[in-house]
């Protein structure tokens, strides 16, 4: 799976827009694109996943360039209960074992009231 | 609530002994993943069991050993603890095996080793 690069924290207010980067610039053709975020000591929370095409789902967007080295996970209208260590994980789509998640560090999403 | 339960919430047990960590996936659900949390190597994937079966290893310790019964639930075992065997352990499940299939974490136990 390919090497994911976040940044190591990030704030933002109540109410605003939390637009989390995330830049995967060896993925591949068939590597999909998934984000899970992780409450304090929580067990993780999947979020959504793309392989080329824009997503929205309930929780939140997410943005991958046309190029596909890099995304852009997008919360609305964040929460204080947003704040929470997001991952950005590649997986690939198909023809490798079914191993488990590769975990980073994450970006550290703190939203300030 | 993803679903996936785990048992106990909390361990507490000495060096050189030897626990066991209980986990039921969603309902439906054939695979179940287990993942070590600790302060100083993250998130890590120690193994997966699909359908009864080991499907695949990832970093874990030959003191550590799993198993998923006909039910699918699946036990972690963990044996000689050590010091360094405390952490967050988290159970996941996923309806198949493959690599694209959405993992549901559990609330995860947390083994305290003293």
């Known amino acids: 799976d390919a090497k994911t690069t976040q940044p190591p924290s990030m704030d933002c207010a109540e109410g605003r827009a939390a637009n989390l980067p995330c830049n995967h610039s060896t993925i591949s053709g068939n590597e999909y694109v998934y984000w899970y975020r992780q409450i304090h000591s929580q067990g993780p929370q999947y979020i959504i996943h793309?392989?080329?095409n824009n997503e929205t789902n309930e929780m939140a967007s997410l943005i991958i360039t046309e190029d596909r080295k890099s995304s852009t996970l997008i919360l609305p209208h964040a929460t204080l209960r947003d704040t929470a260590v997001y991952y950005c994980?590649?997986?690939?789509?198909?023809?490798?074992?079914?191993?488990?998640?590769?975990f980073g560090k994450g970006t550290h999403l703190i939203i300030q009231p | 609530d993803s679903g996936v339960t785990q048992t106990p919430k909390h361990l507490i047990t000495a060096t050189g002994q030897r626990v066991t960590l209980r986990c039921s996936p969603r309902?439906?659900?054939?695979?179940v993943y287990w993942y070590q949390q600790s302060l100083d190597q993250g998130l890590q994937f120690l193994i997966q069991y699909y359908n009864g079966e080991e499907r695949a290893k990832g970093n874990i310790l030959e003191r550590f050993s799993a198993q998923q019964f006909p039910d699918l639930h699946s036990e972690l075992n963990l044996s000689s603890l050590e010091l360094g065997d405390s952490a967050l352990y988290f159970c996941?499940?996923?309806?198949?095996?493959?690599?694209?299939?959405?993992?549901?974490f559990g609330p995860g136990t947390r083994l305290t080793v003293l």
């Open positions: 994980i590649v997986r690939v789509a198909a023809g490798g074992g079914a191993d488990g998640l590769t």
């Open positions: 309902s439906g659900d054939l695979s």
């Open positions: 996941a499940s996923s309806p198949l095996a493959g690599p694209t299939d959405t993992q549901y």
């Open positions: 793309g392989l080329k």
